[in-house]
């Protein structure tokens, strides 16, 4: 397994580009499963998840090429086959999003039940309830959902609590569905936006993306359509942290500041100086570091994808804060290791208690998922001595060549592997 070795203790400084969303580009390209006609999607984000993706529509029957770094062209003139094996759906929760369009297209659909970062059970019962509302009929055997229908028929689906997959889920499987169907309690974040924007573009009647209540009018027929994918707010956010807990001067290049207000809003708040234009955010050297508490929400709140790397922010800044974690119910596994490097941090429940300024040091530490994984690199940036990391898979799955973004930037940072 690869590992990242880092020496900290260099404050970052300079420009860096921020990649396309990669929770934008996995439903993008689970809808190119509703059309037979191409899709061409540009700023696709080169990290693995999305490899994972294309070997999954590969053997439902839709053909992929590569037409650059980040550019696709997928096209599905039929479905060879509707079912999404175990072997790859084990490896991303987000290999659930093929669930609607299948059933949507094809009639009929057999998906493993998801797998992905350890960080909770996150289960897609809301998912299926939804396609039950639909007119799917769904049953659960040997690990597997099945899920058929002859045609959706729209109808009114009031989530009972905020699901960002599963509004994507049901919205693409509606695109296709007999009538009007409408989705209440929706999730608002800008990968549902950028999702229905790609929708309309291949020919879908979608209303009211980006707020709570969002109407969809099924049609025959989706068709082709080229698509750029969003900047990755979670990948943005990282940045401004690495360059906040560093001391640096960082720009980040081709992002979105207006879908980063909270995290600019806690940043500004910790004592960072903070400008924003268009397309680019400048972070400054602001010292000393302001404690805050936190609790991370559904967009437009705090997202729970930076709460691991606010926290290690909190190590270094003067006095108490508390991080209330209401998303997830696991997402805590980056603390015994933060302490490994020598943190002050209490766990009660749902709420992490963090004691700084406290200095760290270098250790060989272990991600658990994804966003630890950004995490425990954050903290090695600003640890005294040398950091080794292990277990960067996870980090792969989310995060474009991270080790050349933070070496443009003047970290000592450097990727290992046995192979």
């Given at each position: 397994?690869?590992?990242?070795?880092?020496?900290?203790?260099?404050?970052?400084?300079?420009?860096?580009?921020?990649?396309?969303?990669?929770?934008?580009?996995?439903?993008?390209?689970?809808?190119?499963?509703?059309?037979?006609?191409?899709?061409?999607?540009?700023?696709?984000?080169?990290?693995?998840?999305?490899?994972?993706?294309?070997?999954?529509?590969?053997?439902?029957?839709?053909?992929?090429?590569?037409?650059?770094?980040?550019?696709?062209?997928?096209?599905?003139?039929?479905?060879?086959?509707?079912?999404?094996?175990?072997?790859?759906?084990?490896?991303?929760?987000?290999?659930?999003?093929?669930?609607?369009?299948?059933?949507?297209?094809?009639?009929?659909?057999?998906?493993?039940?998801?797998?992905?970062?350890?960080?909770?059970?996150?289960?897609?019962?809301?998912?299926?309830?939804?396609?039950?509302?639909?007119?799917?009929?769904?049953?659960?055997?040997?690990?597997?959902?099945?899920?058929?229908?002859?045609?959706?028929?729209?109808?009114?689906?009031?989530?009972?609590?905020?699901?960002?997959?599963?509004?994507?889920?049901?919205?693409?499987?509606?695109?296709?569905?007999?009538?009007?169907?409408?989705?209440?309690?929706?999730?608002?974040?800008?990968?549902?936006?950028?999702?229905?924007?790609?929708?309309?573009?291949?020919?879908?009647?979608?209303?009211?993306?980006?707020?709570?209540?969002?109407?969809?009018?099924?049609?025959?027929?989706?068709?082709?359509?080229?698509?750029?994918?969003?900047?990755?707010?979670?990948?943005?956010?990282?940045?401004?942290?690495?360059?906040?807990?560093?001391?640096?001067?960082?720009?980040?290049e081709d992002c979105e500041p207006g879908h980063l207000r909270a995290v600019l809003e806690a940043l500004a708040k910790v004592g960072l100086r903070v400008e924003t234009g268009p397309s680019w955010i400048r972070i400054g050297n602001g010292?000393?570091?302001?404690?805050?508490?936190?609790?991370?929400?559904?967009?437009?709140?705090?997202?729970?994808?930076?709460?691991?790397?606010?926290?290690?922010?909190?190590?270094?800044?003067?006095?108490?804060?508390?991080?209330?974690?209401?998303i997830f119910e696991s997402r805590f596994m980056h603390v015994p290791e933060l302490r490994r490097m020598g943190a002050s941090i209490d766990l009660a429940g749902h709420a992490a208690r963090v004691e700084g300024p406290t200095p760290l040091?270098?250790?060989?530490?272990?991600?658990?998922?994804?966003?630890?994984?950004?995490?425990?690199?954050?903290?090695?940036?600003?640890?005294?001595?040398?950091?080794?990391?292990?277990?960067?898979?996870?980090?792969?799955?989310?995060?474009?060549?991270?080790?050349?973004?933070?070496?443009?930037?003047?970290?000592?940072?450097?990727?290992?592997?046995?192979?």
């Amino acid at each position: 397994m690869d590992r990242l070795r880092i020496e900290g203790g260099r404050s970052l400084a300079g420009a860096v580009r921020v990649s396309g969303a990669k929770n934008a580009a996995l439903p993008a390209l689970a809808a190119c499963l509703l059309t037979g006609s191409e899709v061409r999607l540009d700023n696709v984000p080169d990290v693995w998840d999305v490899g994972t993706l294309v070997k999954l529509l590969d053997g439902l029957g839709a053909r992929a090429e590569r037409l650059g770094t980040h550019r696709w062209a997928v096209s599905t003139p039929e479905i060879a086959s509707p079912e999404a094996p175990y072997d790859l759906v084990r490896k991303m929760r987000a290999s659930v999003l093929v669930l609607g369009p299948l059933v949507a297209r094809a009639g009929r659909a057999r998906v493993s039940l998801p797998g992905g970062c350890a960080i909770g059970a996150r289960p897609i019962d809301r998912h299926l309830e939804g396609l039950r509302q639909l007119g799917a009929e769904i049953r659960l055997e040997h690990g597997y959902v099945e899920a058929r229908a002859e045609r959706l028929t729209g109808a009114l689906v009031d989530f009972p609590d905020v699901t960002v997959t599963g509004t994507e889920n049901l919205m693409m499987a509606a695109t296709l569905a007999r009538g009007t169907t409408v989705l209440t309690n929706a999730a608002r974040e800008p990968e549902v936006v950028d999702l229905a924007r790609l929708l309309r573009g291949m020919g879908a009647r979608i209303d009211g993306a980006g707020t709570s209540v969002i109407t969809i009018e099924g049609v025959e027929a989706l068709g082709p359509c080229e698509h750029r994918v969003i900047a990755d707010r979670i990948e943005a956010g990282t940045y401004l942290i690495a360059a906040a807990i560093t001391g640096g001067k960082v720009t980040l290049e081709d992002c979105e500041p207006g879908h980063l207000r909270a995290v600019l809003e806690a940043l500004a708040k910790v004592g960072l100086r903070v400008e924003t234009g268009p397309s680019w955010i400048r972070i400054g050297n602001g010292r000393p570091l302001r404690a805050i508490d936190l609790a991370t929400e559904p967009y437009p709140g705090f997202p729970t994808d930076l709460q691991a790397q606010f926290m290690v922010l909190m190590t270094q800044a003067g006095g108490s804060s508390t991080i209330d974690e209401t998303i997830f119910e696991s997402r805590f596994m980056h603390v015994p290791e933060l302490r490994r490097m020598g943190a002050s941090i209490d766990l009660a429940g749902h709420a992490a208690r963090v004691e700084g300024p406290t200095p760290l040091t270098g250790a060989e530490v272990t991600a658990s998922d994804l966003r630890a994984s950004a995490c425990l690199v954050l903290a090695a940036l600003a640890a005294r001595g040398e950091t080794v990391v292990h277990r960067v898979y996870h980090l792969d799955r989310g995060y474009e060549a991270i080790e050349k973004k933070l070496a443009g930037l003047g970290a000592r940072v450097e990727r290992l592997s046995d192979r």
